[in-house]
Every structure is written in C-alpha cells, then in structure tokens.
C-alpha cells in the first residue's frame, strides 16, 4: 500500500473493555433483559449495560430472586436468561435458584466474577474471595467456563451462550475476574452470536422406531418438558393416530383439549389402565420423574422407546428396547416423515382417552371443595387468554394448578420442577418481562411467598403485569398434612408467624384485595387482570375453611419399581 492512500477503516483494529464486549456482546446475541445484583465486582459490566443503552436491566432484591427472574424468563420467551451476580455469597445465594433452573434444564447464563487475578484461586484471603467458588459453579451448572483474559473474551462468552442454548439446554456459570473485566479486548470483526446446533438422530434409529410404529395398534407418547419445541411434529403424530400424555413440564406440547391427549392426569388408575393397553410408549424429552410415575413403579407401556438429546439419559428410569439419542423436534419429525399420513391404530382405545381424563377431572375437582370456583376461572381465563401461568409449590398447584388449569402453549406454564418452595413471586417478574402485554398469573402460598418476600418490592419497581393469587393458610399446609397422616398429628414448624400481606402491600404500593367469601374470586379476579400494574389477591383460607380432601405430598419410597 503506497504511503499516501489511507487504510481502509476495516482494516482498523477496535478494542473496548471486556465489560463492554461482554454488553455489546449480549445484546448482538438478541437479549433485551438481565437480572441481577449490582456490586462492585460487576459493575464494568453492568456500567456498559446501561452506557450501550440496549438491554434492560432488572435489579432484584437478592441473586436467588434473580436467577428464578432469568430462569422464568429463559421458559416463556424461549430463548437466553441472563442473570449478572458478584462473587463469593453473591454467587452463592444464587446457587439453590440455579438447581431449579439445571432440573428444567433452562438456557441461563450465570454472569458472576471472581476477585483480581493475581490473588484468584489462592486463598489469600482478599475480599469475596472463595477459593472453592468454581467446584460449587460445576456442581449446579450444565458447563462452566471462566474469562482468563481479554484475548479469549469473545470466544469464551460465545461458547458459554451456545452451550446454554444448545440441547440438551441447561444453565452455564461463566466467571469474570473483575480485572480482566476492565481490560481491554479487540472487538470482534463479526457479532459472537450463540451457534446452537440441533442434535440429528441417526437415520437408522429413526427408521427402526418407525417400523415399530407401524406394528403398533395402540401407540402413545409421553412428551417431557424437553419436547416443549416439538408442538407440530407432536401434533401430528397424534392427528395420525398416537393418543399423549404429558409431564407437568411438558403440557400443551399437544393441545390441552385434545380428546386424544390424557394430559398430566399421568397417575390415575385410569392411567394406569391405558398404559396396560398401550402397545408401544414413545417417551420423549422426559425424565419419567419419580413423582409423575409413582417413583417408576407405573407400567408404562409393552414396549419402551426413549428420545432424548442427553445421550446418558437412556433407560435411566426405565428399561427401553430402543433409546434415539437426538432433538425431540427434530426426532419426531424425521419420525413423521417414515410414516404413513394415517396410522392403522385402534380407535376403541384413541376413544378411551377423553373418559379417562374427564375421570381424573372430576375426582380432583370433588377434592377441592370449596375451592373449586378458584380452580374452575383459573381453568378458564388462563386458558382462553393464553396467559403465563407460574406456580409455586403449594396444595393449590400440587392438586388443580399443575394439571387442571389449563395452558395455551407449553412455554406459558412455569413451575418448579425440582419441587423448591419460595421461587413463585420471582418467577412471575421474569415471566412478566418475558410476556409484558399479558397478566401474568403467579398462583403461590404463604410459606413459599416469605422466602423470598422482598421480590414483590421488585415487581412494583418494574410495574410488572403480574396477578398474584396467595392462597393463605398460614402455615405450611402440605408439612402440616404430612404430619397428620404419617406423624401421628404432631404438628410442628409448620406454622411460622406470616406478616398481614395487606401491609406489606400497602407499604410498598402494591394493590391488594383479601377474599374472604370465595364466591368473591370470580370478580375480584377479573378486576385484578383489567388492573394495570401488580395486584395481590389473597385468598383467606382461614376464613373459606380447609380443603375436601387433604393433599399429602409426592409419592413416598425408594424409586425402581417397574422392572
Ligand atoms: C426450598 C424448600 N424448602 C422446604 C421445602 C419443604 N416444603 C414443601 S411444601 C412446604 C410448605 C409450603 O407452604 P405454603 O407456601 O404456605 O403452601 P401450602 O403448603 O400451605 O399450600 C415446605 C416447607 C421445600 N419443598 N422446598
């Protein structure tokens, strides 16, 4: 190049700090929210956060708050949950949200830090420092990485992203140390956008499955939470001639009121019976949890076909005659594709589908007495209005909410799966973020409310469209039950002392309403979602009296039932 022609700005090398990259980064990669705790070893990062201007941050009261905000978020926009935290307790506290979001299998990326370099990983006991922090990271991540040094910024951030995204998705831990935050790095020549890759089956275990499909008469599939994507093949595998059934995780995958589809009444003796007809279970995306087969002691079917992307999930449960290891979407379609349009399957049992669940219906629904009024405009509004539907862990959803409210998609219903108390009222300002133009409804108790109290400040901070329904007894009723039936009614430290929620709404500026007449839910919850901003409506279980039948916990006993 002669001296006198000027270098072609493309050719210009650019740098900015990792903080920055890390920002800029995330927002090329199409995340538009972050939760987080701001602290002094994240804010290079959350500084650019609010410099670039692109990408809303959500403080939250504490990082475990935080990380159910991202996790809820990652479930209802389907797509990357950021949550930035700082080291040492920080991360810490956000670890126990983090198991929930490993059990769901949630895309989070877990930003947090580390102390200056120089004195990491040593134990000299500088300020935050935890020598252990990366062994407690691994222990609730999918995969962990660490930013060393500006040079691999990029290219480590991008593989933290691609890793949480790609299936089988779960959340990532990527650790930077403060000072390589502030260091410079070089801007990359293209965006590091995630590269998320979909796991193909191999063509021969497609083709051995659709020759079992082909000799079955009465074929079923049992749709996880990790066959959420697989709607359309889904659908119409069983238009073609399959009946479903679902996990609490995977509802909606088909549609919630299709008379071939049994839903999450999973565990009912009609269940059961239709299990003993069905010639051949395809499970996919599914962990046949404990609690949604009687701790695997159901029969699941004469034969036993399992897809799943996590290549070390085959026959962990149960025993299979053929394991696909590949994308649940992807499977069922290559599945389709080597079937005929029409099955040649039994319609007597495509017909014993519907009885069943109705059968399942109605027993729950005598159980809920007085209840039922809440279950039954919950049922409806949530289902007719395609709303987010996040629950707690509580009698409510252990008995109606997780299975007889019922969902317009599978990415609306968030719950926690690994069975945590106190992670509802978060979850519900992730899922808000994620769906703003809808309410969303968070369906919790007072227990579960008081551990993590303080999120509510944060759904009035961020006016979030959230309709809270706190089913107040106060006390941990399903603790108190299980006392009753195995512990000879010993009850105790179940009943904590619960604040008047009226207050603590008042004093936060948060609507809120007590129903003390359950024939009042029906309006006071339909002026709750014409409400603008966060409502509480607290139902006085006190005063409404206990349920008909008394909810006692999941499944007891050792696992390995069904050999
Ligand atoms: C993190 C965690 N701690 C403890 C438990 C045990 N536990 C299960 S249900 C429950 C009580 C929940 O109380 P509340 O939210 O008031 O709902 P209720 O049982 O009254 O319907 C407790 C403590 C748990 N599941 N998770």
């Known amino acids: 190049m002669d001296e006198a022609s000027p270098t072609p700005s493309v050719l210009l090398r650019q740098e900015e700090p990792v903080g920055d990259l890390i920002a800029r980064m995330l927002a090329d990669a199409g995340v538009t929210h972050a939760f987080g705790v701001i602290s002094i070893h994240n804010m290079p990062i959350l500084d650019a956060?609010?410099?670039?201007?692109?990408?809303?941050?959500?403080?939250?009261?504490?990082?475990?708050?935080?990380?159910?905000?991202?996790?809820?978020?990652?479930?209802?926009?389907?797509?990357l949950g950021v949550v930035i935290t700082s080291t040492g307790t920080a991360a810490g506290n956000a670890?126990?949200?983090?198991?929930?979001a490993l059990t769901a299998g949630s895309p989070v990326l877990h930003i947090t830090t580390q102390i200056d370099t120089p004195w990491m990983d040593r134990d000299r006991a500088a300020i935050h420092d935890v020598p252990h922090q990366p062994g407690m990271l691994k222990a609730v991540s999918k995969a962990y990485f660490r930013i060393w040094d500006a040079m691999s910024?990029?290219?480590?951030?991008?593989?933290?992203?691609?890793?949480?995204?790609?299936?089988?998705?779960?959340?990532?831990?990527?650790?930077?140390?403060v000072d390589v935050q502030r260091q410079n790095a070089i801007i990359p020549a293209a965006p590091g956008r995630p590269l998320v890759q979909t796991l193909k089956p191999q063509i021969g275990d497609v083709e051995a499955l659709a020759t079992l499909v082909r000799a079955a008469k009465r074929p079923m599939l049992w749709l996880g939470g990790g066959a959420r994507k697989a709607s359309t093949p889904a659908r119409d595998l069983v238009a073609r001639g399959f009946c479903a059934v679902t996990s609490t995780n995977g509802r909606a995958v088909v549609a919630e009121d299709d008379p071939h589809?049994?839903?999450?009444?999973?565990?009912?003796?009609?269940?059961?019976?239709?299990?003993?007809?069905?010639?051949?279970?395809?499970?996919?995306?599914?962990?046949?949890?404990?609690?949604?087969t009687r701790n695997n002691a159901m029969r699941l079917g004469q034969r036993l076909v399992q897809i799943d992307a996590d290549a070390s999930q085959g026959g962990r449960n149960y025993p299979v005659d053929l394991f696909v290891h590949g994308d649940a979407a992807c499977t069922l379609s290559m599945l389709a594709a080597n079937l005929p349009a029409k099955l040649d399957t039994d319609e007597t049992?495509?017909?014993s589908i519907l009885p069943a669940r109705q059968k399942g219906e109605a027993r729950l629904r005598a159980g809920l007495k007085?209840?039922?009024?809440?279950?039954?405009?919950?049922?409806?509004?949530?289902?007719?209005?395609?709303?987010?539907?996040?629950?707690?862990?509580?009698?409510?959803?252990?008995?109606?909410?997780?299975?007889?409210?019922?969902?317009?998609?599978?990415?609306?219903?968030?719950?926690?799966?690994?069975?945590?108390?106190?992670?509802?009222?978060?979850?519900?300002?992730?899922?808000?973020?994620?769906?703003?133009?809808?309410?969303?409804?968070?369906?919790?108790?007072?227990?579960?409310?008081?551990?993590?109290?303080?999120?509510?400040?944060?759904?009035?901070?961020?006016?979030?469209?959230?309709?809270?329904?706190?089913m107040n007894d106060q006390a941990y009723?399903?603790?108190?039950?299980?006392?009753?039936?195995?512990?000879?009614?010993?009850?105790?430290?179940?009943?904590l002392l619960t604040p008047d929620f009226s207050l603590v709404a008042k004093s936060i500026g948060l609507t809120h309403h007590r129903i003390n007449d359950v024939r009042e839910f029906a309006a006071a919850f339909d002026a709750a979602i014409a409400t603008s901003g966060p409502v509480m409506l607290e139902v006085n279980m006190l005063a409404i009296g206990p349920y008909a039948e008394r909810f006692g916990g999941p499944p007891a006993g050792a696992a390995g039932g069904a050999r």
């Open 477 to 495: 009723g399903v603790i108190a039950n299980i006392q009753d039936a195995q512990y000879a009614n010993r009850q105790a430290y179940c009943r």
């Open 349 to 351: 049992f495509r017909k």
């Open 95 to 100: 670890a126990g949200s983090q198991v929930e």
């Open 153 to 177: 910024a990029a290219s480590v951030t991008k593989a933290a992203m691609s890793a949480a995204l790609s299936a089988p998705s779960g959340p990532v831990s990527l650790e930077i140390p």
């Open 370 to 470: 007085p209840y039922e009024a809440v279950a039954d405009i919950l049922r409806q509004r949530v289902f007719e209005n395609a709303l987010p539907f996040v629950r707690d862990v509580t009698v409510a959803n252990s008995t109606f909410g997780n299975r007889y409210v019922s969902l317009a998609a599978p990415h609306l219903g968030v719950h926690a799966l690994g069975g945590g108390i106190g992670m509802g009222a978060a979850m519900a300002v992730g899922a808000a973020a994620a769906m703003p133009s809808k309410k969303t409804i968070c369906l919790l108790g007072d227990g579960g409310l008081m551990v993590n109290l303080g999120e509510l400040a944060s759904a009035v901070d961020n006016n979030c469209e959230i309709v809270f329904v706190l």
């Open 261 to 292: 589809n049994l839903g999450a009444y999973n565990m009912t003796p009609e269940a059961q019976a239709i299990y003993d007809q069905c010639d051949l279970m395809i499970v996919a995306g599914s962990r046949l949890r404990g609690n949604e």
């Open 49 to 79: 956060i609010l410099r670039q201007g692109r990408i809303t941050f959500v403080p939250a009261r504490g990082e475990a708050g935080a990380m159910n905000m991202a996790d809820a978020f990652a479930r209802v926009s389907q797509s």
